[in-house]
């Protein structure tokens, strides 16, 4: 297994040394923060990126929401005044990344072309005035989008201040689709490429359920729920509709891409950020992008955290999960907008923990990210945003809490590059647990569409795992069934509840090499297009976890049952699959109640130099689950490093972090022989401590 590991390694790093060149090592992670120079009166621009300088910050971020300035009428470039906001950015030896503002179409461009706007569900067609209005489909749109992203390109491509380009912003409709004409039309023509036939096309969606058979790709409309009375005939349907939105804003960030990288240097790096988990788009779809980068905000109402302040900190694995999903596919990756303080959309906005944003600037950077950069310099005046902290209020000047702890931060990664050395390896103990999250959206949008239960999230269910690993101590990459394997001595794949006799073949040959793997319920239940098989339920993976599942269970909202494992009673509620071990199979948990009491929820097999485990049970707070991640890696002689709840701990660069996202102090096990760089082992809530 060693060996494939370091094969694995080399094609990891082959992807990586690309990406890689865009960044200086001995810097290990740039600190840099958005403007907008088009928002301020210019004789306080250089007053301002001086300030960001004295800061500490490394480069700025500008244009992404300047299209009706750089190109006031069709045809009319005006770049004086963001050349002017270069020139003094440069003379404070701040970096520039350029953005390309495809998110917001000027007003003469909508009013001249309609037809470049959304279509809402509801048959409404957007409104100028806001962002992301745009069709991805519109070939006007794509038309207009390219002539802006090349002149953009033309004029700044060979600018040595410019040190990357970001495409559009958060590229998605914010959870909207788009149900216009040119979606239409390009929504048949996707579904054509794709089954050639409307024979095909019917056998995979099951047209024949509702009479909903179709004769040619004309009658198809978009599947629009809103007009539904009683919901699709074809749940296919809706996942191909979101599978096309992915590909549709794959391609419009592609086209830019192509365009940019037809005129700029290859000295400068073109990315964009995504929202760091994703439902409607697919950001590995655009895997000609130098690297993805991504956007996060902790703190925004929609988090409860750990303990009576986890609201003000956080989920202790939201920013790790964005790190080692958007880093495994080109081995770089970096934060482009970071929570700077208090926000203005969320469904609350409370004010984050103190020391709360420098923890999750060593998160950032604990996670392998060459750069982290915010959200925005300045508090606006003016517009939607204007209860948005900044790293200053809104004299301009007076730097806010955020902006206190970015500058604290700056100045402890000056130190810390001093101690940087290269080339140095991942720890043995830590290497040899490395594990893959095997993630593909498919799953999410069919469960999303099809949950059978009000309580299924798909998404809470995989980051519950997530989170467990994660408090194991154990390397994590988030990556996609293309993905070699290998690589990995443990593969987890939570909920997969859409596969073939290639992936299952991939994952058996993976066992038998000497792999780990982990299944968990809801696993090997449909093929590809969503239809269960014509076999014995979850027939699929029957022989791989050595178990029939001849039925599962879900409660009510009021019933609580338990599962025992190792003498231990754990509460679930959701979802459990009751499974009958094959002959050799080990039973691990049962369920403890129900008139299914006695039978396995977990079950455990060995297989060629591997093993694989099922976990049948969604539990609550996810308690068995990492008790049963503890008990594969033991079994397979593989030590892990057990948290207390909160802590989350990483290693880069040769440095060991620690940050504590519990409500609590706590206390860390940290090695009597190690050196502390930063902080200590006794962590306040929000603490780091950083050692060797």
Excluded at 41 to 46: E, I
Aim: net charge neutral.
């Amino acid at each position: 297994m060693k060996k494939i590991i370091i094969i694995g390694f080399l094609i990891a790093f082959t992807f990586a040394a690309k990406a890689q060149e865009f960044f200086k090592p001995e810097k290990m992670v740039e600190t840099g923060v958005y403007y907008y120079p088009e928002a301020w009166n210019p004789d306080q621009w250089d007053r301002d990126f001086k300030k960001m300088a004295d800061m500490g910050f490394e480069f700025t971020h500008m244009a992404e929401f300047a299209w009706a300035q750089m190109e006031p009428a069709e045809g009319n470039f005006d770049f004086k005044w963001l050349d002017k906001a270069v020139e003094l950015a440069a003379k404070h030896n701040l970096k520039v990344i350029m953005c390309t503002s495809s998110a917001t179409p000027p007003v003469w461009l909508v009013r001249k072309y309609p037809e470049v706007l959304i279509e809402l569900q509801s048959g409404q067609t957007a409104q100028h005035g806001t962002r992301t209005h745009g069709s991805f489909s519109s070939p006007k749109y794509r038309e207009m989008t390219t002539k802006m992203v090349a002149a953009m390109a033309k004029h700044y491509g060979n600018d040595k201040r410019i040190w990357g380009w970001q495409i559009d912003n958060e590229p998605s409709h914010y959870g909207a689709y788009d149900y216009s004409p040119a979606a239409q039309i390009s929504f048949r023509n996707w579904l054509q490429k794709k089954y050639k036939t409307i024979d095909n096309l019917n056998n995979a969606w099951g047209t024949a359920f509702w009479s909903g058979v179709y004769t040619t790709f004309d009658q198809i409309e978009i599947p629009n729920k809103l007009r539904m009375n009683a919901g699709p005939a074809s749940t296919t349907s809706l996942v191909d509709f979101k599978r096309f939105f992915a590909d549709e804003c794959a391609g419009f960030i592609s086209m830019q891409y192509n365009t940019l990288r037809e005129n700029v240097s290859k000295s400068q790096f073109v990315t964009t950020n995504f929202m760091h988990i994703h439902t409607d788009v697919d950001p590995w779809r655009n895997k000609d992008l130098d690297f993805i980068s991504y956007t996060m905000y902790p703190v925004a109402g929609y988090s409860k955290g750990l303990g009576d302040q986890g609201f003000r900190l956080g989920d202790p694995w939201r920013i790790s999960w964005a790190n080692d999903f958007f880093r495994p596919l080109k081995g770089v990756t970096g934060v482009m907008e970071l929570q700077p303080g208090q926000v203005n959309w969320g469904t609350y906005n409370p004010l984050p923990y103190p020391g709360a944003i420098h923890a999750w600037l060593w998160n950032a950077f604990a996670g392998g990210l060459d750069f982290v950069c915010s959200y925005r310099f300045r508090q606006p005046l003016f517009g939607s945003e204007q209860f948005h902290y900044g790293m200053v209020g809104t004299d301009g000047v007076t730097e806010l809490f955020g902006g206190q702890q970015y500058s604290r931060f700056m100045k402890e990664i000056r130190e810390l590059r001093k101690l940087y050395k290269p080339n140095v390896s991942m720890p043995a103990e830590f290497a040899t647990r490395k594990t893959a999250l095997l993630f593909n959206p498919d799953n999410v949008w069919e469960t999303e569409i099809q949950p059978q239960t009000y309580k299924w999230n798909e998404i809470n269910h995989i980051t519950r795992y997530y989170s467990s690993l994660k408090s194991l101590c154990v390397p994590v990459d988030i990556v996609g069934e293309d993905r070699d394997l290998s690589a990995y001595p443990v593969v987890v794949a939570p909920a997969y509840q859409l596969v073939d006799k290639d992936l299952i073949a991939k994952w058996k040959k993976y066992v038998e090499n000497g792999g780990q793997l982990i299944l968990t319920c809801r696993t090997g239940l449909k093929d590809r297009n969503g239809h269960f098989f014509e076999a014995p339920w979850a027939d699929a993976i029957a022989g791989l976890i050595g178990a029939k599942i001849p039925m599962y269970d879900e409660m009510s909202s009021e019933t609580k049952a338990n599962v025992t494992f190792n003498g231990e009673k754990y509460c679930w509620n959701t979802w459990g699959d009751i499974l009958e071990p094959y002959f050799g199979t080990e039973t691990w948990a049962t369920y403890a109640d129900q008139f299914y009491a006695g039978k396995a929820s977990v079950v455990h097999r060995r297989v060629g130099k591997g093993s694989v485990t099922y976990i049948g049970t969604d539990t609550e707070n996810g308690k068995l689950e990492k008790e049963i991640l503890k008990k594969t890696f033991e079994a397979a002689g593989i030590t892990t490093n057990e948290q207390p709840e909160g802590v989350m701990v990483n290693w880069r660069d040769g440095f060991w972090v620690a940050i504590n996202y519990s409500s609590t102090k706590v206390s860390i096990n940290i090695p009597t022989n190690a050196k502390i760089i930063l902080g200590s082992k006794d962590l306040d809530i929000a603490g780091v401590v950083i050692w060797q």
